[in-house]
Each structure stands twice: as structure tokens, then as C-alpha cells.
């Protein structure tokens, strides 16, 4: 079974206060026999662009077992996010862009979060969302309009509502066919519910943080679902969604 992490962050964060290191990730993807993941910068560094390139090199040392998501701040001037966007995905092969709302203070019907989505849009990536802490903003439910806005963009739920707005994220990707829901810090009964509710194809396995990986994936080996299952949440789902 190919498992595949679909939230992960390389590099320090200047908002979250980490810092984990190329070999930090690899040796805890040995361990835990993490196939791949999706891989983001720290929400804020000191140098984004730097932060970026620092994830293609992982990538190209690794092949097959890295993958980017762009994270720039959208409160910056339109042409300037446009371009950068563009360059994470043309030249450096990144598979989504990242929307935080609760770091950028920008939620999902913030003008500035248009671009965003635009951009995505334009070129076929994934969009994730963080939901759960930041609220008001940070709802999943309030992504609703966007999905119907663009029913072809591909959206991802960071946390699907963390550990309280898990039902939240439900009605969101019931609601809206184009959304997936990544489960990193949810509860295991959210996540039981999350499964018979939405099916295992449109969830994925995601942890946050390296020291998360053996308990995210300890909740969905505990819920008993079988392999055909199982096999979807861990990893085929993320790379069916992020064409991987």
C-alpha cells in the first residue's frame, strides 16, 4: 500500500514556531513507511522564495517521494503572487498553492483570496485551504461558495476542521463534489464519519507536523476499514487529486 502524506511543511515558520529539516522528514518517512508527500514552506520565513527552491532540491534528491505546494501571502500586490505562483508550478514542478486564512487573515470571500483561486484555476493545480483554528475565516463552510464558483477547481481542507469543525467539513464536501477533505488533527470519530459519510475517495491522509505521522496514521488504522478502503485514504486519493 503506497501511502502518501498530503500535508506536510519543510523549513522553519516564523508563525508556528518550526523548523524540521530535509533529513528530519526523511528519516520519519522511513520510519513510518511513508511512501511520499506533499510538501509546503513554513507559512512565514524569512526569505519565501528561498523557502520554495529549498523544496525542489529536497525534490530532486528524492524523486518520486516530494512534492510542492506553493504558500505566498495573497495580501501582497496581484502581479507579484500571480508571478510567483507561476514559478512555483512552471519551474518548479509544485502541485498546489496554499491558502492559510488564519496566518494571512485573509478567508475565502477576501477579495485578495480571488487571485488565489484564479491563478489555480489557470493552471490546473490543487487549492488547500486551512480550516479549523482562526475562526471565524478559517470554516470550512464558508469555502462552499467558492467550490460552486469554480466547480472544476480541485480544493483540499487543510485539517477538515481540525478537532471541533469536522461535521462543518462534511456538510462542505457534501455540498460540493470538488472538495476533499486532508484529516490531519481531526478526531477519530470525525473521521469514522467522514468516511461512511463521503467514501474513502475523497479523503486524504495528512499529518502537519513529523511527529504527527504515527498518530494520524494510528486513527485511521484503528477505525477497521478494509484494505480497498484504507488503501484510498492513504494514498490514492492524493494522487489522483494532486496528479501525482
Known amino acids: 500500500m503506497r501511502i502518501i502524506d498530503a500535508h506536510m511543511h519543510l523549513g522553519e515558520d516564523l508563525v508556528f514556531l518550526t523548523d524540521d529539516s ?15 508527500q506533499l510538501i509546503m514552506p513554513g507559512i512565514v520565513s524569512r526569505d519565501q522564495k528561498k523557502a520554495h527552491e529549498r523544496i ?60 488565489v483561486f484564479s491563478v489555480a484555476e489557470e ?67 470525525d473521521l469514522r464519519a467522514m468516511v461512511e459519510k463521503l467514501g474513502p475517495k475523497r479523503l486524504l491522509f495528512g499529518t502537519d507536523l513529523v511527529s504527527n505521522i504515527p498518530v494520524e496514521l494510528a486513527k485511521y488504522r484503528t477505525l477497521g476499514l478494509p484494505d480497498s478502503q484504507l488503501e484510498w485514504c492513504l494514498g490514492r486519493t492524493a494522487q489522483s487529486v494532486f496528479r501525482l
Not at 530535509?22 to 511520499?36: D, F, H, Q, R, V
Not at 500571480?82 to 496566518?103: E, M
Not at 477538515?160 to 457534501?174: H, L, N
Not at 486532508?182 to 478526531?187: K, R
Request: hydrophobic share 45%; charged share 15%.
Open 56 to 115: 525542489r532540491r529536497f525534490a530532486d534528491a528524492h524523486p518520486g517521494r516530494a512534492y510542492g505546494v506553493a504558500c505566498f501571502n495573497p495580501l501582497m500586490e496581484d502581479a507579484e503572487y500571480l508571478r510567483l505562483v507561476h514559478w512555483t508550478v512552471k519551474d518548479l514542478g509544485f502541485k498546489g498553492v496554499k491558502l492559510h486564512p488564519y496566518a494571512f487573515c485573509v478567508g475565502p470571500s477576501h477579495p485578495a483570496a480571488g487571485k
Open 22 to 36: 530535509e533529513e528530519t522528514l526523511l528519516t520519519a518517512m522511513n520510519e513510518n513507511g511513508i511512501a511520499a
Open 123 to 189: 493552471l490546473d493545480i490543487v487549492v488547500m485551504i486551512h480550516t479549523g483554528n482562526g475562526l471565524p475565516i478559517a470554516l470550512p463552510s464558508l469555502v462552499i461558495p467558492v467550490a460552486r464558483e469554480h466547480p472544476q477547481l480541485r480544493i483540499v481542507l487543510a485539517h477538515s476542521g481540525g478537532g471541533t469543525f469536522g461535521a462543518d467539513a462534511i456538510v462542505a464536501a457534501q455540498e460540493c463534489p470538488n472538495i476533499f477533505l486532508e484529516t490531519s488533527w481531526v478526531t477519530v470519530y
